[in-house]
T-cell receptor
């Protein structure tokens, strides 16, 4: 009964490939997020979605695109992967007006 | 601009010693502050928020608006407290800024 789950947990891929990371939450929250944690453990918000509407885009490259088929899912698509995209990506969710997000376990992306 | 500063990248303390993880913020509005913890190979999880004025796992944090600080404290460190700690500021509508994190290492 994991609250926020991400798949895959680990992803190793070559430069130039296109990949997706899936995220699902069963908490009934209406806002979901994607965060990137770099090698120095710095955590930065990338996107958030509220009721299928993108409300934050923290100037990430347009190779990254969030896609939300429904309120419980927010998938992250990455095109033309670059070495610098290697990081741990965290999905999170929260209820509108309550920013105390529940986080997924993270996806470690390694681009070779 | 909104900013969260955690000046220490690494904090090492002996078991049983007091712990204080520093966090300063910059925000012109009314802040909502949080502490998150990430244990080794585990997900990031909310530790506490200032509006709750709660104590979780012996940790407390008081918002000091005059000093714009939200330091995390624990009187007696335990080995299981070793983790990465992130201070975070919620502002605007669904916007969050995280600090760069402090790694707490409790030495047995």
């Amino acid at each position: 009964d994991t609250a926020v789950s991400q798949t895959p947990k680990y992803l190793v891929t070559q430069m130039g490939n296109d990949k997706s990371i899936k995220c699902e939450q069963n908490l009934g929250h209406d806002t979901m997020y994607w965060y990137k944690q770099d090698s120095k453990k710095f955590l930065k918000i990338m996107f958030s979605y509220n009721n299928k509407e993108l409300i934050i885009n923290e100037t990430v490259p347009n190779r990254f695109s969030p896609k939300s088929p429904d309120k419980a899912h927010l998938n992250l698509h990455i095109n033309s992967l670059e070495l610098g995209d290697s990081a741990v990506y965290f999905c999170a969710s929260s209820q509108e007006g309550k920013v105390g997000a529940f986080f997924g376990q993270g996806t470690r992306l390694t681009v070779v | 601009a909104q900013r969260v500063t955690q000046p220490e990248k690494l904090l090492s303390v002996f078991k049983g010693a007091p712990v204080e993880l520093k966090c300063n913020y910059s925000y012109s509005g009314s802040p909502e502050l949080f502490w998150y913890v990430q244990y080794s190979r585990q997900r990031l999880q909310l530790l506490l928020r200032h509006i709750s004025r709660e104590s979780i796992k012996g940790f407390t944090a008081d918002l000091n608006k005059g000093e714009t600080s939200f330091h995390l404290k624990k009187p007696f460190a335990q080995e299981e407290d070793s983790a990465m700690y992130y201070c975070a500021l919620a502002w605007g509508y669904q916007k969050v800024t995280f600090g760069t994190g402090t790694k707490l290492q409790v030495i047995p």
